[in-house]
């Protein structure tokens, strides 16, 4: 070949390596498992069909699927080592943006098991044709900007990390579906365990695609998980999360306003109110100068065995529940709530009691 003939070769030859996806080498079509980039990944599917997962920087990646597929999963995030309560690792979050274009049954969600007890469960915020599980609602939890419903089923004799055996599934599927936003995952393991289904100890926690009897594609371009800060997790026994963080207004809740037939003030664990019964209340008035904020609650349950929950309504409406696992006192914070600007009233009340706890709060700080 002669030298300029050469020249001109090479140079389009970069060209097109230029124009080629950088992520080939990264590239899995059968089940694997191993971490990439800080991020355990796995690729799962059981017989039949094809699919083909990209392992991107962090922890993005795309998925594919189809040809007679029959399940798939494909799943970026953190595995632990079956020894620690999400209490104990700590409040886990999770940012995420996806390109969603499924075609027939998926899910786009956070996926994970559990060991003693072995619970696999799904946070599903978008789905295909089929909205997930199929089962009636055991209730509800307000968060991040919208309503999903609680669900429990149970799967016999199917296979699990542990082999085929006979297991829970927890789900909340959010109302409304979106492929972008942040989800509280810590959030709904307390919402369930206050719907009587107990979480154990971490083996996983990932943003997840599953395909069933499907086709289809994701591009998952942002999957950020942070485990720690605010909003829940904190030490074990919590129910809550370390501390507020700071910086904001604190009110008193024995300078609040008190409602109901049996609120009362209380000095034990702290000097505070008490909220015995459905209905009990503390209430104030407070000016917001903008749309959007973040309310921490320093509260405990009085009861070591039954996990305590003050709702929080502002303008009348309801945003989001403090849950206390104990007589511990701990912070619960709920992020991002929007709400009217300028003078308005907020009111922590309780609405879930069954006569079985009662729950006592400290101070509320809104920062």
């Known amino acids: ?35 990439h ?15 083909t997962m990209i392992l991107n920087s962090g922890g993005a990646f795309y998925a594919d699927w189809g040809g007679g597929i029959n399940n798939i999963l494909f799943r970026k995030g ?8 999400h209490q104990q690792i ?3 979050t999770l940012n995420y943006g996806v390109d969603y274009h499924p075609d027939g049954n998926s899910y786009l969600t956070v996926y994970g098991w559990t060991v003693d007890p072995l619970v696999e469960y799904y946070i599903v915020d978008s789905w295909g044709t089929w909205r997930p599980p199929g089962a009636n609602s055991k209730g509800t939890i307000q968060v991040d900007g919208g309503t999903y419903d609680i669900y429990e089923t149970t799967r016999v004799n199917q296979p699990s990390i542990k082999g085929n055996t006979t297991f829970q599934q927890y789900w909340s599927v959010r109302r409304d579906k979106r492929t972008s ?16 289904m107990p979480m154990g100890k971490m083996y996983e926690v990932a943003l997840t695609i599953e395909g069933w009897q499907s086709s289809g594609w994701a591009d998952v371009y942002q999957n950020d998980l942070i485990i ?12 809550g999360g370390g501390t507020p963080p700071g910086n904001g207004t604190v009110i008193q809740a024995e300078g609040m306003t008190k409602g109901g037939q049996y609120t009362s003030n209380i000095s034990s664990p702290f000097n505070g109110v008490a909220l015995y019964a459905n209905d009990d209340h503390v209430k104030f008035n407070h000016n917001f100068s903008s749309g ?7 509260g405990a349950s009085d009861n070591d065995n039954n996990m305590a929950q003050v709702d929080l309504f502002i303008g009348g409406q309801f945003k989001g529940t403090f849950y ?6 701990a912070v619960y914070t709920i992020n991002n709530v929007s709400h009217g600007t300028g003078n308005q009233e907020v009111e922590l009340r309780v609405t879930s009691d069954n006569g079985t706890w009662d729950a006592f709060i400290d101070h509320l700080e809104i920062h």
């Open 37 to 51: 980039d800080g991020y355990d990944y796995e690729f799962w599917k059981d017989d039949g069909g094809g699919g």
């Open 292 to 298: 959007s904020s973040n309310f921490s609650l320093r």
């Open 90 to 92: 700590g409040n886990m």
């Open 181 to 196: 936003g942040t989800i509280s995952v810590s959030d709904h393991f307390r919402a369930w365990e206050a719907h009587g």
């Open 78 to 85: 953190k595995k632990f080592d079956e020894t620690q309560t």
């Open 1 to 35: 070949m002669k030298r300029k003939n050469l020249k001109v070769f090479f140079v389009a030859l970069f060209a097109l390596v230029l124009l080629l996806p950088t992520h080939l080498s990264a590239q899995i079509t059968s089940n694997e498992t191993g971490v």
């Open 324 to 329: 206390y696992g104990d007589s511990h006192p």
């Open 228 to 239: 720690g800060g605010s909003g829940g997790g904190g030490n074990p026994g919590d129910g």
